[in-house]
């Protein structure tokens, strides 16, 4: 069984920075496709950002191009979310988990993934 625990989350204006991290126990970290997801209260969960197991190719929610950035560790069992220029509408409680299909295909459906961790909350004031 894989164990995600997120950390790093806060409380920060808008246009400030926040790095979240993700640490991974059990399992084959290195084969697993990383994905971090955000929820809003009354809203779905949607999908952030990805990375390959494989290359660590990324993939990216349009709302965080440019912005966000997905890194991972596999030395450490860790994936980590680089969030510059946070804006209000970034609020959310964010997730990481982990996709063990190895498939060459970058998925932003949560459906897709098998492993997922408790979560970390963002507040971004305006």
């Known amino acids: 069984q894989v164990h995600l625990v997120e950390s790093g989350g806060g409380l920060v204006q808008a246009g400030d920075s926040l790095r979240l991290s993700c640490a991974a126990s059990?399992?084959?970290?290195?084969?697993?496709?990383m994905g971090w997801f955000r929820q809003a209260p009354g809203k779905e969960r949607e999908f952030v950002a990805a990375?390959?197991?494989?290359?660590?190719?990324?993939y990216y929610a349009d709302s965080v191009k440019g912005r966000f950035t997905i890194s991972r560790d596999n030395s450490k069992n860790t994936v980590y979310l680089q969030m510059n220029s946070l804006k209000p509408e970034d609020t959310a409680a964010y997730y990481c988990?982990?996709?063990?299909?190895?498939?060459?295909?970058?998925?932003?459906?949560?459906?897709?993934?098998?492993?997922w961790g408790q979560g970390t909350q963002v507040t971004v004031s305006s």
């Open positions: 988990a982990a996709d063990r299909s190895m498939s060459i295909i970058i998925t932003n459906t949560p459906r897709k993934y098998d492993y």
């Open positions: 059990g399992g084959t970290f290195s084969r697993y496709t």
């Open positions: 990375i390959s197991w494989s290359r660590g190719s990324t």
